[in-house]
């Protein structure tokens, strides 16, 4: 979100701004906040290490392990990231804290933008690759496709970075929120101001639209696989990234299905709210912040932007490992096979187990593996 700072003052020595006047967060919700927050932090950040440890092990690379591997990158630095926005909400005075560094508050606000970005992006990738997979199993979508999608993405991300780089702009911490913005002076030039409208707009859209493709393809998924249950049928996809099919086990590949289908529905929930907020700011996109009477109710003003774009997110990333725990039997395994976590020395990588006469690899295409082998994993 990008702020037009026309309706705030300066506060903490002109190292933050406040436009709700008087101030009216509630110092308990915030130190219930930060707290969770930090144990969000605490929890998430060495699980989401072992779990990409555990997805970096493995030699058999395709689509899903790909896509679950950078997800899980971009949960590890999700809830390493709000160090700086704990600290603040755990003053009970909303301080700036870390966020008085100019620089770090800059590096926090362009870091956090893309972190919500990528992971959002991310979990559409999954869910609609396993959607396709699931309603049309004779035509999956290929590598090729997938790989110039995520291309797209990354240009339009560089291409909105480079372009902000271009204007003087500020990045300040904002009390209302607790967390660094970029902010634009009321006397911005016509085509600052053109381009800040679209990039506000371009930032909601870049949350909104692929949170409503995971609940379009939610729904296609779950009705797709309860017509396959109800016919005893579990639909058989070709082979992907080159990988030649062994004999196709129905059970598993539903397990697999349905363990992308929980992820993609724990995101969904977690980035709902966010995603709400970000149309009502499109709505509002034109007025200096917050521009609408809904906004700039205490509550929503002071409480609701801090819940649903860091605790929310953070709690969603400390949250997908335990899924993982639950669902691949490969990676339980190979966490109660570990003594600890994190390995202070040395590299444990999982060695691929046999089954018979047949090589099975701990982490596998979800789809693909032989039948006797009862520990592969999605």
Known sequence: ??????????????????CGTPAKYSPILDLCTGLLLGIGMLLGTPSNLSALRYFLSS????????????LTS????????????????LSTTRSPGLFSEATLCAAWAILNELLQRAGV???MIMTVTRTVAIVRPLFPLGTRVVVKVCIGFALLNVITVAINSCFSVRYVFVVDFCYCV???DGSASLAQSWWTLVDNIITSLSIVLPIVTIFISLLVSLLELEKARKRSVVPVPSPVDGVKSSKFNAPFHRSASVTILLISCLFFICYLPLSVLRMVAIAMITNPYPGTPILSRSFINWHSWTLCKVL???LNAALNPLLYFTRMSGYASWVRKSK??????????????RSGTDQVFIFREPIYRTSNNKNAVD
Do not use: D, E, W
Not at 3 to 18: D, M, S, Y
Not at 341 to 350: D, P, V, Y
């Open 1 to 18: 979100m990008v702020l037009k700072t026309t309706n705030f003052f300066h506060v903490a020595n002109g190292t933050a701004i406040q």
């Open 59 to 70: 030699r058999y690379r395709t689509i899903p392990q790909k896509l679950y591997t950078l």
């Open 74 to 89: 971009i949960n590890v630095v999700t809830c390493f990231a709000h160090i700086p926005v704990t600290y603040s909400l």
């Open 121 to 123: 992006f991310v979990v």
């Open 182 to 184: 970029r902010t634009v």
């Open 312 to 314: 929310f997110i953070t």
């Open 340 to 353: 600890f976590i994190l390995s202070a020395t040395g590299s444990r990588k999982m060695k691929p187990k």
